[in-house]
C-alpha cells in the first residue's frame, strides 16, 4: 500500500530540506523518567522553532493517523506518603494505632477529590496503586507506605491536587491519630504537563496528512489520562503530538495494547510514520520560506 519508493522519496526531501533550513531528528530516551526535560538541557532544540512527534497506538487502524488540537495527553504526577502510628497485637487494638485502618481512611478520602472538589468537566484522576503495611495476620504495623498518581489536562488543576492530595494525607491522619509525610516526583522523575498540541500545528498537520493518505484516513482522537513527556517540548515552543494507526485490520483477536508484554508491534506502520514524519518537516520549512510559518506564536502554561 505504502510502497518503499514513497518513503524513499520522502526521506530525500528531507535532505534537500537542508536548502531551506536545518531538520533536527530528537529520539526519545526515558520517556518514562522524563528524557525530553534533559534533552532540552541538553540543547536539543536549541534555535528549533517547531517540533512533530507520534506515539503509536494499536487502536487505530493501519495506515490512518488520529489528532487533535489541543489537549491530547494530561499532565502527571506522583506521589508517596508514609504514615506512621504505634504498632501492636492484633487481638488487642485498643494499644495499638491501627495504621492499616488510618491508611484504608486516607486511600478513601483521597476518592473524594475528583468527585466532589473538580469540575466535572475537567478530567482528573488520583489513583491510589500502592500500599504496603504489614507482614504478618495477627500484627498491627508501625507504619504504612502509599503510593499513586494524579492526573489533569491543565497545569492549574494538577496542581490544586498536588496541594489538596497532601492536605488530606496529612489532615487524615491526624484524625487517626498517625503522623504523615507525603512527597511528590524528584529530579529523576519530574511531574509531567499536560501534552497540548498547537492550534496553528494542527492546521499543518491536517494539510499534509490529508494530502498524503486521503482524508478518511486522518480522524479525531479523544484526549488519553496517560503522560507523554513530549510536554516539556511544547512548553518551550510550539509542538504537535499525532497517533500512528497500527491495529490490523484483519486480525481476529483484540491486540495486546500498548505496555502489554505481549504487545507486537506492527513495522507496516513505519514507512507511514517516516512519510508524514518527513512530509510534515519539509512542508514546514517551505511555508517559511513563503513567509507563512505556523505555529510560532502560541505558548501554553507551564509547570
Not at 522553532?49 to 499532565?75: E, K, M, S, T, Y
Not at 507482614?135 to 496542581?159: Q, Y
Not at 517516516?274 to 520549512?285: D, E, G, I, M, T
Request: charged residues 15%; negative net charge.
Amino acid at each position: 500500500m505504502y510502497s518503499e519508493f514513497w518513503l524513499l522519496s520522502q526521506l530525500i526531501l528531507v535532505f534537500l530540506g537542508g536548502v531551506l533550513g536545518t531538520v533536527v531528528l530528537v529520539f526519545q530516551p526515558a520517556e518514562e523518567g522524563g528524557g525530553a526535560k534533559k534533552m532540552i538541557e541538553y540543547g536539543s532544540i536549541d534555535n528549533v522553532q517547531a517540533i512533530f512527534g507520534l506515539h503509536n497506538d494499536p487502536l487505530v487502524p493501519l495506515g490512518q493517523v488520529a489528532c487533535r488540537p489541543g489537549p491530547i495527553a494530561a499532565g502527571s504526577g506522583r506521589f508517596q506518603a508514609e504514615i506512621s502510628g504505634k504498632g501492636g497485637h492484633a487481638a488487642i487494638p485498643q494499644h495499638a494505632i491501627d495504621l492499616i485502618l488510618a491508611a484504608s481512611n486516607v486511600i478513601v478520602s483521597l476518592q473524594q477529590l475528583v468527585s466532589r472538589e473538580s469540575d466535572p468537566l475537567d478530567s482528573q484522576v488520583v489513583t491510589v496503586a500502592k500500599f504496603q503495611g504489614g507482614g504478618a495476620f495477627n500484627v498491627i504495623p508501625d507504619s504504612v507506605a502509599i503510593g499513586g498518581t494524579f492526573r489533569a489536562f491543565s497545569v492549574k488543576s494538577l496542581l490544586y491536587l498536588k496541594q489538596r492530595i497532601e492536605e488530606v494525607i496529612v489532615g487524615q491522619a491526624a484524625v487517626q491519630r498517625c503522623n504523615a509525610i507525603v512527597t511528590f516526583n524528584n529530579e529523576d522523575m519530574p511531574m509531567y504537563p499536560p501534552t497540548v498540541n498547537d492550534k496553528e500545528l494542527h492546521k499543518h498537520f491536517q494539510r499534509v496528512a490529508v494530502d498524503m493518505l486521503g482524508t478518511s484516513k486522518v480522524t479525531d482522537y479523544n484526549p488519553v489520562m496517560g503522560g507523554e513527556d513530549f510536554s516539556f517540548y511544547q512548553e518551550r515552543i510550539p509542538g504537535y503530538f499525532f497517533i500512528l494507526g497500527t491495529k490490523d485490520e484483519a486480525a481476529q483477536e483484540r491486540p495486546a495494547l500498548l505496555h502489554s508484554p505481549y504487545y507486537n508491534f506492527n513495522e507496516y506502520s513505519l514507512p507511514v510514520g517516516a512519510a508524514l514524519h518527513a512530509s510534515l518537516a519539509v512542508r514546514y520549512l517551505l511555508e517559511s520560506q513563503t513567509g507563512n510559518p505556523t505555529g510560532n506564536e502560541h505558548r501554553h502554561d507551564e509547570l
